[in-house]
């Protein structure tokens, strides 16, 4: 059964960090597109980074470039986002997202690892907040 479990979320004083993991069981992550995403009550899910491959470049919403790093260990099967420099805007409860490379490249969404239509697997989330 193919799972993604994410953990490492909490309470964080502004200017903050936290690292998110992103656990794979019941398949191997080397062959996965992996997105992180969150959504904040109310508002739509959105994309703030992916990675397609141990040596592709990743991606990064606006909103956290220069803040966030995502990276992957395919030994532990793991996917992690590094978040830096929080902001109370960056609350929210992070998914991680899991796509076959193969079908990653297949798909036609702009842009393609940032659109959450573009993944088939994901995890249950966990809550980040911000706050003083």
């Known amino acids: 059964q193919l799972q993604l479990v994410e953990s490492g979320g909490g309470l964080v004083q502004p200017g903050g960090s936290l690292r998110l993991s992103c656990a794979a069981s019941?398949?191997?992550?080397?062959?996965?597109?992996i997105g992180w995403f969150r959504q904040a009550p109310g508002k739509e899910r959105e994309g703030v980074s992916c990675i397609s491959s141990s040596g592709g470049s990743p991606n990064y919403a606006d909103s956290v470039k220069g803040r966030f790093t995502i990276s992957r260990d395919n030994a532990k099967n793991t996917v992690y986002l590094q978040m830096n420099s929080l902001k109370p805007e960056d609350t929210a409860v992070y998914y991680c997202a899991a796509v076959p490379l193969h079908v990653y490249y297949s798909r036609d969404y702009e842009p393609l690892g940032l659109s959450p239509q573009v993944y088939d697997y994901w995890g249950q989330g966990t809550q980040v907040t911000v706050s003083s």
């Open positions: 019941g398949f191997t992550l080397d062959y996965y597109a």
